[in-house]
């Protein structure tokens, strides 16, 4: 008996340690890099968050990094910007980089 109870609390206890969301970081002109380089950690509720800029359909610059909580209406939308045109947000939580502007 005593057993049993020990693997359940040791089997709940693994359940309730997950990692943190990982997302990439980059700031706007800062360069990003493929592999290593900056990231967050997404705190309970957040998502990874990339936002393109285009200007004419050519892309200007990307952010990268985690929401923050007033960026829940922002996500998966598309705004017309008068000075930096179309501005794409997306949001994730599927996987750790999940905001990576590279395919893996």
Same mark, same amino acid.
């Given at each position: 008996?005593?057993?049993?109870?020990?693997? =359940?609390?040791?089997?709940?206890?693994?359940?309730?340690?997950? /990692? #943190? &969301?990982?997302?990439?970081? !980059? %700031?706007?002109? =800062?360069?990003?890099?493929?592999?290593?380089?900056?990231?967050? /950690? #997404? &705190?309970?509720?957040?998502? !990874? %968050?990339?936002?393109?800029?285009?200007?004419?359909?050519?892309?200007?610059?990307?952010?990268?990094?985690?929401?923050?909580?007033?960026?829940?209406?922002?996500?998966?939308?598309?705004?017309?910007?008068?000075?930096?045109?179309?501005?794409?947000?997306?949001?994730?939580?599927?996987?750790?980089?999940?905001?990576?502007?590279?395919?893996?």
């Amino acid at each position: 008996m005593t057993g049993i109870l020990f693997f =359940s609390l040791a089997a709940l206890l693994c359940y309730t340690q997950t /990692e #943190a &969301l990982k997302c990439v970081v !980059c %700031k706007m002109l =800062s360069g990003c890099v493929r592999k290593g380089g900056l990231t967050c /950690e #997404a &705190l309970p509720g957040q998502q !990874c %968050k990339a936002t393109h800029v285009f200007k004419v359909r050519i892309r200007q610059f990307t952010l990268q990094g985690c929401t923050l909580p007033e960026d829940s209406h922002r996500c998966n939308t598309v705004k017309e910007d008068k000075m930096w045109g179309a501005v794409n947000t997306t949001c994730c939580n599927n996987k750790d980089l999940c905001n990576s502007i590279y395919e893996d």
